[in-house]
């Protein structure tokens, strides 16, 4: 059964650094998609950028320039890296496996992360 | 990038109704449309792939169908535990894009 588990700080500075890992049992993180998706407070969805085959990356255009996504296949972990945050990025924000490139079996349970002086 | 949008945005539904809720592509994806339920407090959950394939797992009153550019998801008599709020998403082409969502809620 594979289990997804994100961690992280709950709050971030503005125009710091929000960094997030993404922690996996149950499978490797070299097989399939591996993908970072936020939803702020009461809204929808956001895809923000995916990492397969361990190192190549895509990422949301609207995000490219702020956003850095690695595996650590040593720990099966995926981390994320979005910098000079703003309020705008108050986000749960959710790891999720896809299907490549198709839909998302399984999701962790997400981490708020509140950005906020 | 492809823009998905749902409708209705919001929906209130009595038991054993029917639901259906649609979502549009701005250009034609095919069948790489993928629909989640999310509960209150809960991650998204895998409902239908591909438009109209059924998950293991997920109650046969889920159903869905559409190809292109239209989709519709349709929940056959509603049940209570199905208040939640319904996203559409593509894989067609990156970014990868998810519709505005839909809330249904029971009457």
């Known amino acids: ?117 | 990038e492809i823009v998905l949008t749902q409708s209705p945005d919001f929906q209130s539904v009595t038991p054993k109704e029917k639901v259906t809720i649609t979502c549009r592509a701005s250009q034609s994806i095919g069948s790489s449309l993928h629909w989640y339920q999310q509960k209150p407090d809960q991650s998204p959950k895998l409902l239908i792939k591909y438009a109209s394939q059924s998950i293991s797992g997920v109650p046969s009153r889920f159903s869905g169908s559409g190809s292109g550019t239209d989709f519709t998801l349709t929940i056959n008599s509603l049940e209570a535990e199905d208040a939640a709020a319904y996203y559409c998403h593509q894989s067609s082409s990156f970014p990868l894009t998810f519709g505005g969502g839909t809330k249904v809620e029971i009457k």
């Open chain 1, 1 to 117: 059964q594979v289990q997804v588990q994100e961690s992280g700080p709950g709050l971030v500075k503005p125009s710091e650094t929000l960094s997030l890992t993404c922690t996996v049992s149950g499978d490797s993180i070299s097989s399939y998609y591996w993908s970072w998706i936020r939803q702020p407070p009461g809204k929808g969805l956001e895809w923000i950028g995916c990492i397969y085959d361990s190192a190549k990356t895509n990422y949301n255009p609207s995000l490219k320039s702020r956003v850095t996504i690695l595996a650590d296949t040593s720990k099966n972990q995926i981390s994320l890296k979005l910098s000079s945050v703003t309020a705008a990025d108050t986000a749960v924000y959710y790891c999720a496996r896809g299907i490549p490139v198709a839909y998302f079996d399984y999701w962790g349970q997400g981490t708020l992360v509140t950005v906020s002086s």
